[in-house]
C-alpha cells in the first residue's frame, strides 16, 4: 500500500531528526498515563525527571513540571514570520526567507532527537464538527508537550483518519539542547507550518496555540474572511437570565483568565466561560459576528491565582480527571506535597523548594514560583463552562472590549462611537510589558488589539481587514476599551478587579439593551459614575472620578506615541485610522 501524505512527512521529519522511537499517540487516557509515567521515569530536562507526581488527595492527577531555567517565556526575539516577501510579513514581526530559515532549522535539527521518543500528535482546533475546525499534526520529543497537547486541545487518533490522503496543519517540535542561541520558533504561513526548536515552553512548543491559532489562523482569516484573536469568549447571565456574549483582548499576563471565569460580586449575573486566550471570529449568514475557542484547555499564569481572586479556577484546578493537571514552575511545599505560588490563599509554607528545586530561603527577597509559572487544566474540569462550548457554531457576540495594563492614562472603560472608531481604540492599544515573553518588564509598549506578538502578517494590512469585517457585519457588536489597572498616588491599584468588573460589565449589557446612559469625552462614551453599579462597594467618589480622568496633556502625548505606531505601517495604514487620529487630536 502506497503511503499517505501524512505518512510520508512523519518519516522525513524521522529522517532529519533521527529520534530512537516513534509514538503515535492516540489521545487516549490510557496513553496519558503512560506518558506522564515515561516522563516521570525515562525524560529528564535539565537533571529533574520531567514530572513530578503532587499530593494526589488535594491536587487529584496533578503533576510538577520544571523547564529549562532558561527557557520560562516565550521568545518573541526568536520567531519569525516566514512569507516569500519581507513586506508581507511587516515591522510587526521578525523575518526570514522562507529557504533561508528552512536551511538554518535542518542545520539545528540533523540528529537533534536521537536518544529520545518522537511522538506524533494527531488534533483538532475547533470541535470536529464545526465547519470553522481544523485538523494539525504536532511531532515532538517531549512528553511534557505531547501531554499538555492533550490537554489543550482535542487530540485523538480519529484526526489521522480526518486527514486521510488531505492536507493537515504541520508542526515540527524539538527541544533540542535548551540552548537559547539555537532556538527558534519558525512559521511558515503559506505552507501551514510551524518548526520549533530550542524550547519546550508554553506558546513556543505548543504549537497548536499562539503558533497555529494566531500567527497563521491570522493569515488564514486574512485570506478566507475571518478573523484569529487573542481573546477570551464569555456569556455574561444577567438577572433576567438572558446570556451576552462578549470577547475582551487582552495581552498576555492581563487578565484573560480571571476575567473568562469571573466570579460576579453583584447578585444576579453569573458568567460562563467559552474561552480565555484565543478566538476565532467569523461573520455569519445572518450578518452577526460568530466565535469560537479553538482550544480545550487553559494555560494560565498561577501568580495571583486564589481561591479569593479566581474560585472558579481553583476548583478547576482541583477538580482531578486525568487529562491530567500539570504545574509548570510553581514552587513545591515540600511538607505537603503541593504546589505554591506568591497569591495563592494561606501563609508561605515553612519548606519549600522554589521554581529550580533549589531549596527556597524566605530572606532572600527572590520569588519561590516563577512570574510566568503556569497550570494547564482541561476546561471540562471547569466549574461554570458553557453549555455552548461545545457547539460547533459557536456564539454570537453584542461586544469586544480591548484593554491593558495602564496605570495611567487609560480610563476604566470607554465605549466607541462605532466599529472604524472602535477598530481605532484597538489599533492604539497600550498595555505594560508581563513576565509572559522575555524582556524588560513594566515598559509601556503598543499592543494593537493584544496581538502585537501574534499578528502573522504586515499589521497595516491587519486593520484593513478589521475594517473591512466590519463592512459585513449587518449587526456589528459595540467596541469598548477597559483598564482595570489604574494606581493612586501610593501606586496601589484603585479599581479592586476581578470579581467587581462585574460592575463594569452590567453597565456594558445595559447599554446594549440601551438601558444605561453615557457622556461623551474625547476618547468617546463613558458611563456617568451614577451609571456603575457600586452597591456593597466602599469607593470614594474622588477615586471613581481619578478612574476616569482623561488628562489633555497625558492624551498628546497617547496621540504622538500612536502617530508612531501608524508611521511604521506607511502606506498600508489604512486612512480611515489616520482620519480617526486627526479627529481625537483635534478634540484635544
Ligand atoms: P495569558 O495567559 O498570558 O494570555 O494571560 P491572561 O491575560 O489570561 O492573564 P491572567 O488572567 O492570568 O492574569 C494575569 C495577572 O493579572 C494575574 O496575576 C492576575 O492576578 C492579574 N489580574 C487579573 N485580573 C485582574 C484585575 O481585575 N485586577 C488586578 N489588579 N489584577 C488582575
Ligand atoms: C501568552 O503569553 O499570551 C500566553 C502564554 O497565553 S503562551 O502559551 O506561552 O503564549
Ligand atoms: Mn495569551
Known amino acids: 500500500m502506497s503511503m499517505t501524505p501524512l ?17 503515535w499517540c492516540d489521545g487516549s487516557e490510557e496513553e496519558a498515563r503512560r506518558l506522564v509515567e515515561a516522563g516521570i521515569k525515562d525524560e529528564k530536562i535539565a537533571g529533574n525527571p520531567v514530572f513530578h507526581e503532587l499530593n494526589q488527595k488535594t491536587f487529584p492527577d496533578s503533576y510538577l513540571h520544571r523547564s529549562h531555567p532558561t527557557d520560562v517565556a516565550r521568545a518573541e526575539h526568536l520567531t519569525f514570520v516566514c512569507h516569500p516577501d519581507k513586506e508581507l510579513a511587516g515591522p510587526n514581526n521578525n523575518w526570514m526567507a522562507p529557504d533561508e530559515a528552512k536551511e538554518k532549522m535542518r542545520k539545528l535539527s540533523d540528529g537533534c532527537m536521537k536518544g529520545r521518543t518522537m511522538y506524533v500528535l494527531p488534533y483538532m482546533m475547533g470541535h470536529p464538527q464545526s465547519p470553522y475546525a481544523k485538523a494539525c499534526i504536532q511531532l515532538t520529543d517531549v512528553s511534557y508537550v505531547a501531554v499538555s497537547m492533550r490537554i489543550m486541545t482535542r487530540m485523538s487518533k480519529s484526526v489521522i483518519d480526518k486527514i486521510g490522503g488531505g492536507d493537515f496543519v504541520k508542526g515540527l517540535h524539538s527541544v533540542g539542547d535548551f540552548n537559547p542561541e539555537k532556538r527558534f520558533i519558525m512559521h511558515f504561513p503559506d505552507e501551514h507550518f510551524v518548526w520549533s526548536i530550542g524550547s519546550g ?3 513556543n512548543a505548543l504549537l497548536g496555540k499562539k503558533c497555529f491559532s494566531l500567527r497563521i489562523a491570522s493569515w488564514l482569516g486574512r485570506q478566507e474572511g475571518w478573523l484569529a484573536e487573542h481573546m477570551v469568549i464569555v456569556g455574561m447571565q444577567d438577572p433576567e437570565g438572558r446570556t451576552t456574549y462578549i470577547t475582551a483582548a487582552l495581552p498576555s499576563a492581563c487578565g484573560k483568565t480571571n476575567l473568562a471565569m469571573l466570579e460576579s460580586a453583584l447578585p444576579g449575573y453569573k458568567v460562563w466561560t467559552l474561552g480565555d486566550d484565543i478566538a476565532w471570529l ?28 479566581n474560585p472558579n479556577m481553583m476548583k478547576t484546578l482541583k ?27 494561606g501563609g508561605m509554607p515553612k519548606n519549600m523548594l522554589d521554581w529550580q528545586g533549589r531549596p527556597y530561603d524566605s530572606a532572600s527577597g527572590q520569588k519561590a514560583a516563577h512570574p510566568n509559572s503556569r497550570f494547564t487544566v482541561s476546561m471540562s474540569q471547569c466549574p461554570v463552562l458553557s453549555p455552548e462550548f461545545d457547539n460547533p457554531k459557536g456564539v454570537p457576540i453584542s461586544a469586544i472590549l480591548f484593554g491593558g495594563k495602564r496605570t495611567r492614562v487609560a ?7 462605532n466599529w472604524q472608531h472602535g477598530v481605532f481604540m484597538g489599533a492604539r492599544m497600550g498595555s505594560e510589558t ?13 499592543d494593537p488589539m493584544a496581538m502585537l506578538p501574534f499578528c502573522g502578517y504586515n499589521m497595516g494590512d491587519y486593520f484593513r481587514h478589521w475594517l473591512d469585517i466590519g463592512k459585513k457585519l449587518e449587526a456589528p457588536p459595540r467596541i469598548y476599551s477597559i483598564n482595570w489597572f489604574r494606581t493612586d498616588e501610593t501606586g496601589k491599584f484603585i479599581w479592586p478587579g476581578f470579581g467587581d468588573n462585574i460592575r463594569v460589565f452590567k453597565w456594558i449589557i445595559d447599554r446594549i439593551n440601551n438601558k444605561a446612559s453615557a457622556k461623551e ?18 469607593i470614594p467618589r474622588d477615586k471613581m472620578e481619578k478612574l476616569f480622568e482623561i488628562d489633555k496633556a497625558e492624551w498628546r502625548r497617547e496621540a504622538d506615541d500612536t502617530e ?20 481625537m487630536r483635534a478634540k484635544l
Open 564 to 583: 508612531k505606531l501608524f508611521d511604521r505601517f506607511g502606506s498600508r495604514m489604512p486612512q480611515e485610522l489616520r482620519d480617526e487620529l486627526k479627529r
Open 521 to 538: 469625552t474625547l476618547v468617546g462614551l463613558v458611563p456617568n459614575i451614577d451609571d456603575i453599579d457600586l452597591s456593597g462597594l466602599n
Open 319 to 345: 477538580k482531578g480527571t486525568f487529562y491530567p493537571t500539570l504545574f509548570t514552575n510553581t514552587a513545591l511545599d515540600t511538607d505537603k506535597n503541593e504546589p505554591w505560588w506568591e497569591g495563592l490563599d
Open 434 to 446: 508581563t513576565a509572559a515573553a522575555i524582556h524588560k518588564e513594566g515598559v509601556l509598549r503598543r
Open 411 to 417: 480610563p476604566l472603560v470607554v465605549e466607541g462611537l
Open 7 to 23: 505518512q510520508r512527512w512523519v518519516e522525513e521529519q524521522a529522517k532529519l531528526t533521527k529520534p530512537d522511537r516513534i509514538w
Open 282 to 309: 467569523n461573520v455569519g449568514s445572518d450578518g452577526r459576528l460568530w466565535a469560537i475557542n479553538p482550544e480545550a484547555g487553559f494555560f494560565g499564569v498561577a501568580p495571583g491565582t486564589s481561591m479569593k481572586t
Open 201 to 203: 515552553y508554553g506558546g
